[in-house]
């Protein structure tokens, strides 16, 4: 059960799969990946990929928001793509109601709200349209579901580097659970990148 708390809850825009170029058809070669295809048409390079629409690869970009450097990085990360891509950004922050403390809820959608915040002020710097968005539930879960809902292209999350116990305690992280379930790409990014 997820409760969407959007300001604004758009429609799922078409999304249609990247067109394979006739010069790599030519050659035999398998196709670019869609973050390939990106970084070239980017760059203006020769046989870049674009949508059928002939626009961007990337036109909704979903940053998953954290609390941490990973986090952080995640965001400068989907903002860059968008960026480069003149696409808008979905800046989610899930609210983990794992533990129903009220105490600890209230903290939490309180960071949320500064790191959505952030994260839109950051975007208007670099002349990207940001959304703030925020669910509450099991976060990979509402991670899936927002992306599909609102068809994102590309899911940017943050991971970072655990240890020992953690590892223990928390074998399969959000990132490895948003890559196993996404029906779009998903670009995972540490806090040193």
């Known amino acids: 059960m997820s409760a969407d708390t959007d300001a604004v809850d758009a429609e799922a ?3 249609s799969a990247p067109a394979e170029t006739d010069r790599t058809a030519a050659r035999g070669a398998t196709a ?11 760059r203006g390079a020769p046989g870049s990929v674009g949508t059928a629409r002939g626009g961007s690869v990337f036109e909704r970009v979903l940053v998953v928001t954290g609390d941490d450097e990973a986090g952080r990085a995640a965001i400068d990360a989907g903002l860059d793509v968008a960026a480069a891509h003149g696409a808008t950004v979905d800046a989610l922050y899930v609210v983990d109601t794992s533990e129903h403390w009220d105490v600890v809820v209230e903290r939490r959608e309180r960071t949320g709200e500064a790191l959505v915040e952030d994260a839109a002020a950051r975007g208007e710097a670099l002349g990207v349209d940001v959304e703030k968005r925020f669910r509450y539930g099991a976060p990979h879960e509402e991670v899936l579901d927002f992306a599909d809902a609102h068809g994102a292209d590309l899911i940017v999350v943050g991971s970072a580097r655990r240890t020992g116990l953690d590892r223990l305690v928390h074998p399969e992280t959000l990132p490895v659970r948003v890559q196993r379930g996404a029906s779009a790409p998903v670009m995972v990014v540490g806090a040193d990148d």
Do not use: C, I, L, Y
């Not at 973050?35 to 070239?40: C, F, K, L, P, S």
């Open 13 to 15: 825009p078409d999304v």
């Open 32 to 42: 670019p990946s869609a973050v390939d295809a990106a970084t070239d048409e980017a």
